[in-house]
């Protein structure tokens, strides 16, 4: 029985707590050699407390709070130093209980060595060296929880790729001068809202990503972490996909590619492959990989004597969905400009085949040490 659709776990704090209890009880069960647990309501600050033997000489104890669907990571701050006490020869650890754990919660749970469960029976519930329960896959409660902004947009991007960018490391930023970051960009690319900042900003701050500031502003908290919730976001697919085949060799080729923006103004660049063999050379492509902008596509067959075929091509021409590809591209000496290495990362990433080592090129390399140099 899945207890959620009896009970209003939104209408208050106990209904909550007998809802999570009935979850760690039914978790609990399912391990059958753990005999003589009980889940009891707690006293002090804790919500609920599981107790029961591992052995005949050592037993444990599990201090759990209960949190609503509205309990954001900034939040799990003010919970990580709180004390589980129990008597020896007991073993104790604190968990984490809501109606849904998000995978970047259970992360932080993790970092902090809480444990956590969720009203469906995901779970990670560990005491070191004798207890571990671990369960995934099955389908999460729904609840009803505040909005939060979809960093899959092309709006929101701009911002995260701006708090990404390796040339910004360690940037105190407002959300103001967020907005008036994009004012004067070469290449240019649209500002995003004011109103569509603050929304970012706030689902960020909520999520631990950013952290705000005492002298006012906020700056990046977890490069990594903001980096793969983007990634997961992330739609390579909306970009159009040109195969063309040119007769050019590679370096009249590269000869052409910056001749055709050599003051890297946004009609051209190097993208995935092509960028992360300037950037971070692991993979090797045979292939061109290149963004273009859109109207230009006619101008840039002719000036590569190029053509799109069905098969055999060799170049891949990309037509992004948002001239944010473009933000801050890589400039270099005598070739045509490269994405930005966060955005390398990316579409190196989605783009399958060895993207991953790509990828993880690009990270280990170039943002890592960057944003290391930040703190």
């Known amino acids: 029985m899945n207890i959620a659709n009896n009970v209003n776990i939104e209408a208050g704090h106990a209904p909550l707590c007998r809802a999570l209890r009935g979850a760690l009880e039914r978790l609990l069960h399912e391990t059958d050699w753990l005999q003589n647990w009980r889940v009891e309501p707690g006293q002090g600050e804790w919500d609920l407390i599981a107790s029961g033997p591992l052995s005949p000489t050592r037993t444990a104890v599990v201090c759990v709070e209960c949190k609503g669907a509205n309990f954001q990571p900034s939040q799990f701050t003010t919970l990580v130093e709180r004390r589980c006490a129990a008597g020896k020869p007991a073993v104790s650890v604190r968990a984490l209980a809501m109606p849904r754990v998000s995978p970047r919660m259970a992360a932080l749970c993790r970092q902090h060595d809480w444990s956590w469960y969720d009203l469906a029976g995901n779970c990670r519930l560990e005491i070191p ?46 959300q103001r001068e967020m907005v008036g970051h994009f004012a004067h960009l070469t290449p240019a690319v649209p500002a995003p809202s004011l109103a569509l900042v603050n929304k970012v900003v706030q689902h960020l701050r909520d999520q631990a990503f950013i952290e705000p500031l005492p002298t006012r502003g906020f700056r990046v908290h977890d490069f990594e972490g903001l980096l793969l919730a983007w990634r997961q976001a992330y739609r390579f697919d909306r970009h159009v996909w040109r195969p063309y085949f040119t007769l050019l060799p ?11 923006d050599p003051e890297a103004t946004g009609r051209v660049a190097y993208a995935a492959f092509s960028a992360a063999d300037v950037q971070a050379p692991t993979v090797r492509q045979a292939k061109t990989w290149v963004y273009l902008r859109p109207d230009l596509e006619g101008e ?76």
């Open 129 to 174: 060296g004798l207890l571990l329960i671990e369960r995934s896959g099955r389908e999460a409660v729904t609840v009803a929880r505040r909005p939060a902004a979809n960093l899959s947009t092309a709006e929101a991007a701009r911002v995260v790729r701006a708090l990404l960018a390796p040339e910004h490391a360690g940037k105190r930023w407002t």
């Open 250 to 260: 590679g370096k009249a080729l590269q000869e052409r590619l910056r001749a055709f």
């Open 300 to 375: 840039f067959a002719s000036a590569l004597d190029a053509r799109v075929v069905d098969s055999g091509e060799n170049m891949v021409v990309l037509l992004p969905d948002d001239d944010g590809v473009f933000y801050q591209v890589d400039r270099g000496v005598n070739r045509a400009p490269c994405t930005n290495v966060v955005q390398t990362y990316l579409d190196v990433a989605k783009s399958g085949a060895r993207g991953e080592d790509a990828a993880e090129a690009i990270l280990n390399q170039r943002l890592k040490p960057a944003w290391a140099g930040a703190r």
